[in-house]
């Protein structure tokens, strides 16, 4: 089992740091259950995002693959372009294009999230990781090739 993303809790009106608080709110229920077989607490859920670099950096395709499906199947509409504009899309370009890939075929919902001027702020800011600028550009691409 993953975690949930922490993007999940993330909105324009609160930091990140209210975000992972929310998140490990909602895993507290997790970390204080017991394994029925083995009589010790169960294991905290990991990022699918911290999976992911673990298993690239292991070399396990198939744990990348998971990992990256889990993602891919936790994005909203909501909480896709923080994906799309975070430390682990911005290195890694199988997952930037698998958020891509979302972000465009839900470009309708998308564009009007609020997390649209939140992340135009943290630009107009300088806060965004240094790949922004390529991932802006194959959006923009990418929009301009469906016609929206």
């Given at each position: 089992m993953f975690a949930p993303l922490v993007s999940t809790y993330l909105d324009p009106h609160n930091d990140l740091s209210l975000a992972r608080s929310s998140r490990l709110d909602m895993l507290r229920p997790t970390q204080e259950s017991q394994d029925v077989l083995l009589s010790v607490p169960s294991p905290t859920p990991a990022s699918p995002k911290s999976v992911y670099r673990l298993a690239d950096y292991l070399s396990l395709d198939d744990l990348k693959q998971l990992a990256l499906a889990h993602l891919?199947?936790?994005l909203t509409p909501t909480n896709a372009l923080y994906e799309l504009y975070g430390d682990v899309a911005t290195v890694y370009p199988a997952v930037r294009d698998a958020v891509l890939d979302y972000v465009v075929a839900n470009w309708n919902?998308?564009?009007?999230?609020?997390a649209v001027q939140h992340v135009e702020e943290s630009a107009e800011a300088g806060a965004l990781r240094s790949g922004a600028a390529k991932t802006a550009m194959l959006l923009?691409?990418?929009?301009g090739q469906v016609g929206r």
């Open positions: 891919v199947s936790r919902e998308v564009k009007t999230s609020a923009a691409a990418r929009l």
